[in-house]
């Protein structure tokens, strides 16, 4: 006996597993460019930031995605199963959560075989003896609390800590909060897997611990030490260096002089300082807040931080540029670096507008073009699908659950490992 509504049924469930095997192609997608750097290209931070500009992604649901594309390179069988649209995007989310080459096909019987819900149990089940155990080796490392820095001979400073837990969290906890204004819809991407481009995530941790700095000690203050035909000559590389520390490229002395204290030192010919003037500020408070109200943020394309941005002289004051609306832009530190190190550009087009271009000179755009699918969107899947040589019906991705009760706590012991077992 054929059910009165069974035939639309039937279409959910097919146009799901469609789906699946659509959104198991887009993770494929987003971790072949996360790998390749491809969004470094377009100035952003990160892949979870080029998704949330250029495909309407929410921050939360795009470092997601790139967690569990990253973490679908390793799972190999889980990678076919979801392209095949056999297991749901809920439940593979769950399953990267613990599975591991070695444990894999468990988990995956688990997702086949049960609901998303059973899924969710069992990661649930084997993360909270997970962390009894990580508790157990925290701990364990109470007294090898320290901290030391140096600088190399490349001049970065290094800094080594070994932190106890509590303060561990604290200072995990600063610098997740500084990077929420700093980045703005990143919080902290958990994936331990490296970027392999220019930016990663200790270049963010790095940005956002001095920002903490800086919003924390207000008066904090380094010292520069740089010629002025350094700063008005692009090809003039006279020394500069830090206070009682290495020595800084021009670029970086032009890009932190844009908007800084100025303090004018004359020195005699034997190094000895003759006249010292006041400290002056290259954009005054007042300018300062229209810019502000005017930019609103960082003005470059993809971009919302709102906060601790900085202001850009488009032709730099040190060259005769004024420190004038018309030549100002707000930037954040990251793209503000970009722009003076990175190779991009920026100029004012005359409208009020800035223009923005990558290294190669080509313009990036400040809004990404529409994508427009035509026809029925999923008459799309089903043809995507089908070019891929899909087989696909409503019973794909119908899990094998007899309903009969799960036993979580069989299930959450048969996945753990005989040292996890030992916590237990």
């Given at each position: 006996?054929?059910?009165?509504h ?18 198991a192609r ?5 971790a072949e460019?996360d790998?390749?750097g491809?969004?470094?290209?377009e100035?952003?931070?990160t892949c979870a930031?080029w998704?949330?500009?250029k495909?309407g992604i929410?921050p939360g649901a ?7 594309a990253r973490?679908l390179?390793?799972?190999p ?5 979801f ?19 070695d444990?894999e096909?468990y988990y995956l019987m688990?997702?086949r075989?049960g609901t ?5 149990k ?9 962390r009894q155990r990580?508790?157990?080796e925290?701990?364990?490392r109470?007294d090898e ?10 001049g970065?400073?290094v800094v ?5 837990p509590?303060?561990?969290a604290?200072?995990?906890a600063?610098?997740?909060?500084a990077m929420e ?9 958990r994936?331990?897997a490296?970027y392999?481009?220019r930016q990663?995530l200790?270049h ?5 611990l001095?920002?903490l ?13 740089v010629s002025a035909?350094?700063l008005r000559?692009d090809?003039?590389?006279?020394h500069?260096e830090?206070e ?7 670029e970086?002395v032009?890009?932190?002089?844009c ?5 004018r030192?004359v020195e ?9 003037g006041?400290?002056?500020r290259?954009?005054?408070p007042a300018?300062r ?5 005017r930019?609103?943020g960082c003005l470059?394309?993809?971009c919302d931080?709102?906060?601790h941005v900085?202001g850009?002289?488009v032709h ?6 004024e420190?004038?609306m018309?030549?100002l832009?707000?930037l ?5 670096r970009l722009?003076?190190?990175?190779g991009?550009?920026v100029?004012?087009r005359?409208?009020?507008t ?5 290294p190669?000179?080509?313009v ?10 035509q026809g ?7 043809s995507l ?5 899909l087989q ?8 094998l ?9 069989q299930?959450?012991?048969n ?7 030992a916590?237990?």
């Open positions: 006996m054929t059910l009165k069974e035939p639309l049924g039937n279409q959910i469930a097919e146009l799901a597993a469609h789906l699946n095997a659509a959104t887009l993770l494929e997608l987003i460019f790998e390749a491809g969004w470094a290209d100035g952003c931070l930031h998704l949330t500009w495909c929410s795009a470092r997601e995605k790139v967690r569990v973490c390179r390793g799972l069988d889980t990678r076919a199963a392209a095949q649209g056999t297991v749901s995007y809920s439940k593979v989310r769950a399953l990267t959560r613990v599975a591991t080459s444990n096909d688990i997702a075989h998303a819900a059973h899924m969710e069992v990661v649930r089940g084997v993360r909270r003896v997970q990580e508790l157990a925290a701990n364990a109470h609390r320290t901290l030391y820095w140096h600088y190399d001979d490349d970065m400073l080594r800590a070994r932190l106890e509590e303060q561990g604290r200072f995990m600063a610098v997740n909060t204004p700093l980045l703005s819809e990143r919080a902290e991407e994936a331990e490296t392999p481009a990663d200790g963010v941790r790095a940005d956002a001095l920002r700095i800086d919003g924390g000690n207000p008066d904090t203050e380094i010292v520069v030490h035909e350094t000559e090809e003039f590389s006279d500069s830090l009682d520390g290495p020595s800084l490229p021009p970086t032009r890009r932190c002089a908007d800084a204290g100025i303090v030192l005699g010919p034997d190094g000895q300082p003759l006249d010292v006041r400290k002056t290259s954009i005054p300018l807040r229209a810019l502000k109200a930019d609103g470059f394309p993809g931080a709102t906060l900085e850009h002289h730099h004051w040190a060259h005769g540029g420190t004038s018309r030549n832009a707000s954040c530190r990251h793209h503000h722009v003076h190190e990175g991009f550009g100029e004012h005359g409208d009020g800035f223009r923005f271009t990558r190669d000179g080509t990036i755009r400040a809004t990404p073009p529409r994508r427009v699918v029925r969107p999923d008459g799309f899947i089903r699908n089908g070019a891929r040589g696909i019906s409503a019973e794909t991705a119908e899990c659950w007899d309903g009969w009760p799960m036993d979580e706590a299930a959450v012991e996945a753990l490992t005989p040292e996890e077992l916590t237990f």
